[in-house]
Structure formats: structure tokens, C-alpha cells
Antibody, heavy 128, light 111 residues
Framework: QITLKESGPTLVKPTETLTLTCTFSGFSLTTSGIGVAWIRQPPGKALEWLAL???????RYSPSLKSRLTITKDTSKNQVVLTLTNMHPVDTGTYYCAHMSPAYCTPTNCSFYFFAYWGQGTLVTVSS | QSVLTQPPSASGTPGQRVTISCSGS????????VNWYQQLPGAAPRLLMYNNNYRPSGVPDRFSGSKSGTSASLAISGLQSEDEADYYC????????????FGGGTKLTVL
């Protein structure tokens, strides 16, 4: 059974750095083809993808937030950590982590990923 | 402004068939697959459809997906009250070193 759970501060001040941890079970990020992503959702608004990290440590970031985001993994702890610097009130929202599975793999490459499992989300409010 | 375009709302009565569209471009839907997510009120999103038209186990066959060119659609037949939720399409975009893009979401109301 695959589960993911987000943890971190519920309140951060403007200009501070947000650090969120995704702790997962039921899979390993050392397994070829697997990834973990972060997605956020401002209150009452749409989902917004932030970043992802693959089993081979390759990372991808949202072009609009790339300068502020860092994603890392700790395979020994089954955790993925997201940091978002210089927080603004517009960064307020629920932050989700999700397990990524590929729809198609060749012997050398996987593609067409989807978010198969999601955490419950953690609400982060940015306010002074 | 989301990269993928969805109608903000859709509605239907129980038993009806409704479709939700998702429009993109050649760099996303046109060259990659589309996934759909359902978000019930107050809950986390869950995978509803992947690789354009594949249902994960546990998703009723009332849900179906399709893709043509740079657009995709989600169809729900035999609409039920528990289908009232927000629906999001998503795809990979090959531009700017590659990234995931979501639609703006469609709120489905069962009348």
C-alpha cells in the first residue's frame, strides 16, 4: 500500500523560506522509473505543479518558480524535501506531494508519467 | 492563467452523460499523454484517468477519456450525485526544459 504524507510549518512569514517534507511508504525512490512531485493549490483555485524528482535524481521545476525552488530526496528515510524561498502571501495554499508512475518504459527510458497517489496535503499560510 | 484550458463549470442531471474538454497545444497535449484527476470537496485529488484513456483500478467504467490532436476530453456517463467534484486535466509540456501543466479545473455540478 502506497502512502504519502506532507509535513512542515503551517504558518510562515513573508520573505522566509518554506521547507516541506514528504514522507512516503510502499515504494522506494531507488526503483527505476519512479518519481515524486509537489503540487500546490491556493484556496479556491486550481492545482499548480511545482517540482519533481526521479529515482535517478533528475529534477524538473516549474519555469515560473524555478529560481525559488529546490527539491531533494533522501532514499534512506523515504523522504522528499521541497524548499521554496522568499515566501509571499500569494504562496498561501495546500501543498501536496504525489507518487509518479510512468505509463510507458523502454529498457532505457520511461515516459508519460502520471500522479498515481497523493498525500492528504498540508495547508501553508503566509502572513506576518 | 492555466496552460491547459478547461471550461470552469459543467452540469448534468443524474443518469445523463457529460463531457469536459481540455485544450492545449503542440508542446503539451499534441505530443504527450493526458491525465485526469478528480477532487471531491475538501479532499486531495485522486487519479481518474491516465495515458489518455486508461482507468486505474477502482474507477468505474462510467468514466472514459479520449485525445485528439491538441485536445482531450473526459466523459462521464450515467451521472451520479457522487460525481460532483472538480476535475483537472494535466499533461507534460516539452517547452522550457520540460514541465507538468494543469488545466484550470472544471467544477461539475449534479443537478
Amino acid at each position: 500500500q502506497i502512502t504519502l504524507k506532507e509535513s512542515g510549518p503551517t504558518l510562515v512569514k513573508p520573505t522566509e523560506t518554506l521547507t516541506l517534507t514528504c514522507t512516503f511508504s510502499g515504494f522506494s525512490l531507488t526503483t527505476s522509473g519512479i518519481g515524486v512531485a509537489w503540487i500546490r493549490q491556493p484556496p479556491g483555485k486550481a492545482l499548480e505543479w511545482l517540482a519533481l524528482i526521479y529515482w535517478d535524481d533528475e529534477q524538473r521545476y516549474s519555469p515560473s518558480l524555478k529560481s525559488r525552488l529546490t527539491i531533494t530526496k533522501d532514499t534512506s528515510k523515504n523522504q522528499v524535501v521541497l524548499t521554496l524561498t522568499n515566501m509571499h502571501p500569494v504562496d498561501t495554499g495546500t501543498y501536496y506531494c504525489a507518487h509518479m508512475s510512468p505509463a510507458y518504459c523502454t529498457p532505457t527510458n520511461c515516459s508519460f508519467y502520471f500522479f498515481a497517489y497523493w498525500g492528504q496535503g498540508t495547508l501553508v499560510t503566509v502572513s506576518s | 492563467q492555466s496552460v491547459l484550458t478547461q471550461p470552469p463549470s459543467a452540469s448534468g442531471t443524474p443518469g445523463q452523460r457529460v463531457t469536459i474538454s481540455c485544450s492545449g497545444s503542440s508542446s503539451n497535449i499534441g505530443s504527450n499523454t493526458v491525465n485526469w484527476y478528480q477532487q471531491l470537496p475538501g479532499a486531495a485529488p485522486r487519479l481518474l484517468m491516465y495515458n489518455n484513456n486508461y482507468r486505474p483500478s477502482g474507477v468505474p467504467d462510467r468514466f472514459s477519456g479520449s485525445k485528439s490532436g491538441t485536445s482531450a476530453s473526459l466523459a462521464i456517463s450515467g451521472l451520479q450525485s457522487e460525481d460532483e467534484a472538480d476535475y483537472y486535466c494535466a499533461s507534460w509540456d516539452d517547452s522550457l526544459n520540460g514541465h507538468v501543466v494543469f488545466g484550470g479545473g472544471t467544477k461539475l455540478t449534479v443537478l
